[in-house]
């Protein structure tokens, strides 16, 4: 007597939903449904990001009278932006501002951060305290920071000026915010101190995944602590490093709010702690772009979005091209 496919299955097979013989049509089941789910997102993400870069993209090469979208002018915006005076000097300023600021945030963020983490890690009293005090700045609005930065840096009622005076270090004492060659520095070193507390939370976090054999390993070999700190602690931390070297570089040349609240639109004083951030600000919406102001807001901000995605790429590729394993 011959048996059929489905009699020679087993009875647990033939028992499981949209399995081939139990009599039912195969289709889209739940578990393919789920993936609607995400629809909604990314309807709002194409709204919300993509659309207004693509719409900047697409602005940036056409001339604008007012809000007129006029005739396309190729990379006419872009050597507008680089050739026409004295706007080509805000650019190179700008630009110049914040490379420094992005070179001095590293040391601040990164390298501080680094030594502090280590320190913390190998001393276990009052860690979290510590970790704590470092971390209490991110609680805190930049533009709150900024407005309390001012007043500690007054250069008359300031609280820096008037302990440097109480510890007999009075010629230090100056206007930290009104003089062009501190103006800058005492931006960064704010900005320093708000998101100093992120990195070491983020390297005290990838030190303590290290096991600790390798430096019981190394300590039994007869390493100092400086090679314990240069030979292990910085090469097993190199993701750390990457994450937050990027996020220092974007956030560098992102800066808007703080240089706003503590130094103005124009990045005060004679554009002294300007950026680029501002000066798209202003030419967009603070009308230095005069009629042409879409256009030219357009291309900075281009240019501002394509070189910080070849960077942070570049950045990336250069912490990811050697591994290193335990």
Known sequence: MSTTSTDAMPRWRRMVPGRRGTGRKSGVGPGRLVHLFVVPALAVYALFVLYPVI??????????????????????????????????????????????????????????????????????????????????????????????WQMILSPNMGALNQLLEGMGLGWLAQNWLGSPSTALYSVIFVEGWYRLGFSILVFLAAMQAIPRQVFEA????????????????????????????????????????????????????????????????????????????????????LMLIVGMALVSGLMVFFFTRKRVDL
């Not at 220092?248 to 706003?260: A, G, K, P, Q, R």
Request: proline share 3%; hydrophobic share 55%.
């Open 55 to 148: 719409l900047t993209l697409y602005n940036s090469f056409f001339e604008f009278q007012g809000m007129q979208r006029g005739e396309w002018t190729g990379l006419g915006n872009f050597t507008a932006l680089l050739t026409t005076p004295p706007l080509d000097e805000r650019v190179v300023n700008a630009l110049v501002n914040n490379i420094k600021i992005f070179v001095f945030s590293f040391v601040l963020q990164c390298v501080v951060g680094f030594v502090v983490a280590a320190l913390l890690y190998q001393h276990r009293r009052g860690r979290e305290i510590f970790k704590a005090a470092y971390f209490l700045p991110r609680l805190l609005s930049l533009i709150v920071i900024g407005f309390l």
């Open 218 to 301: 190394a300590r039994l070999d007869g390493a100092s602590g400086l090679r314990v700190l240069w030979h292990f602690m910085f090469p097993l931390t190199r993701p750390a490093w990457m994450i937050l070297t990027v996020l220092t570089f974007i956030s560098s040349f992102e800066m808007f709010d703080l240089v706003y609240a503590m130094q103005g639109v124009t990045g005060s004083p004679f554009y002294s702690s300007d950026t680029l951030a501002l000066l798209f600000y202003r030419l967009a919406f603070g009308g230095e772009g005069g009629a042409a102001a879409i256009g030219l807001g357009s291309a900075l901000a």
